[in-house]
């Protein structure tokens, strides 16, 4: 069965850092997929695209939303069929569930949006709280 499971959230002061992962099961990253997005839903919000790169071989693309560049970094370790969001001087509006997803080779090749991307994760929570 294929999955994206997202791993890392957790409470953390303003200021700090979290690592998040989200690790494939049942499909290789780089073969059967083009790109992996992270996206974040607070409550009474619609869910928002944080960060996107893609993943297939031979390919480079990457996005982040304005609200995150030069604070988050997405990147992928192949071998560990995961991608990583690592988010550094976190702020309490970056206080949401995240969520990983997937978007097929047949996508647009600058997946950024939620309708581009198929398979989802179950998401993990980020609270950035004193």
């Known amino acids: 069965q294929e999955q994206l499971v997202e791993s890392g959230g957790g409470l953390v002061q303003p200021g700090g850092s979290l690592r998040l992962a989200c690790t494939a099961s049942?499909?290789?990253?780089?073969?059967?997929?083009?790109?992996i997005g992270w996206f974040r839903q607070a409550p009474g919000k619609a869910r928002e695209g944080v960060a996107c790169?893609?993943?297939?071989?031979?390919?480079?693309?990457?996005y982040y939303v304005d609200s995150v560049k030069g604070r988050f970094t997405i990147s992928k370790v192949v071998a560990a069929n995961t991608v990583y969001l690592q988010m550094s001087s976190l702020k309490s509006e970056d206080t949401a569930v995240y969520y990983c997803?997937?978007?097929?080779?047949?996508?647009?090749?600058?997946?950024?949006?939620?309708?581009?991307?198929?398979?989802w994760g179950q998401g993990t929570q980020v609270t950035v709280s004193s």
């Open positions: 049942g499909f290789t990253l780089d073969l059967d997929y083009y790109a």
């Open positions: 997803a997937a978007a097929g080779w047949g996508s647009r090749k600058t997946p950024r949006y939620a309708r581009d991307f198929g398979s």
């Open positions: 790169m893609s993943v297939g071989v031979g390919t480079g693309y990457s």
